[in-house]
T-cell receptor, first 113, second 115 residues
Framework: KAGVTQTPRYLIKTRGQQVTLSCSPISGHRSVSWYQQTPGQGLQFLFEYFSETQRNKGNFPGRFSGRQFSNSRSEMNVSTLELGDSALYLC????????????FGPGTRLLVL | AQTVTQSQPEMSVQEAETVTLSCTYDTSESDYYLFWYKQPPSRQMILVIRQEAYKQQNATENRFSVNFQKAAKSFSLKISDSQLGDAAMYFCALEGQGGSEKLVFGKGTKLTVNP
């Protein structure tokens, strides 16, 4: 089976712009979660989607949003980018929504200038 | 709130030796899941081992094993016969049964393997 894929892998944006990141889960996986990784804050949970519904949301401002499509693919959007949004954004998928092992994609590295 | 603490920012081990990475956690949930993930320089997060809190038996995966002490809320990872490919950041993570925050990660331990 193909692993979790994320596009694009690298992205450079300027402050104030918006960005959309995409994640394709492992075939058959219905849960997709997003995490932000920065040197200062470490790995932080953004949100989780299961069967097109947002199940959980981390402590991030409303500029961060996401959605999941019927084929389980997910996108996350960040509007009005700030310098502090520069990070590695990781997507993970799992079969179910509780206690299942999450399999991570390679990440999208976002640099905001 | 659930928290995960890794008290060792960096560790080093000689090739073929054994090393133990520490992790403590805090949760009010009665049932939860614990994980160790490895992140090599490629940044790809890879599952090392998974433990279900209701299982008393410590999980093992080849050279990797855990010492799960539920009462002490401790979940350490032991790597036996260390190999150069084991060099990476290791993250301990917790998922509560309530699933309110999905995975909560520790700050990580950077493991160096010396030849």
């Amino acid at each position: 089976k193909a692993g979790v894929t994320q596009t694009p892998r690298y992205l450079i944006k300027t402050r104030g712009q918006q960005v959309t990141l995409s994640c394709s889960p492992i075939s058959g996986h219905r849960s997709v979660s997003w995490y932000q990784q920065t040197p200062g804050q470490g790995l932080q949970f953004l949100f989780e989607y299961f069967s097109e519904t947002q199940r959980n949301k981390g402590n991030f401002p409303g500029r961060f949003s996401g959605r999941q499509f019927s084929n389980s693919r997910s996108e996350m959007n960040v509007s009005t980018l700030e310098l502090g949004d520069s990070a590695l954004y990781l997507c993970a998928s799992s079969l179910g929504w509780q206690g299942e092992t999450q399999y991570f994609g390679p990440g999208t590295r976002l640099l905001v200038l | 709130a659930q928290t995960v603490t890794q008290s060792q920012p960096e560790m080093s081990v000689q090739e073929a030796e054994t090393v133990t990475l520490s992790c403590t956690y805090d949760t009010s949930e009665s049932d939860y899941y614990l994980f160790w993930y490895k992140q090599p320089p490629s940044r790809q997060m890879i599952l090392v081992i998974r433990q279900e809190a209701y299982k008393q038996q410590n999980a093992t995966e080849n050279r990797f094993s855990v010492n799960f002490q539920k009462a002490a809320k401790s979940f350490s990872l032991k790597i036996s016969d260390s190999q150069l490919g084991d060099a990476a950041m290791y993250f301990c993570a917790l998922e509560g049964q309530g699933g309110s925050e999905k995975l909560v990660f520790g700050k990580g331990t950077k493991l160096t393997v010396n030849p």
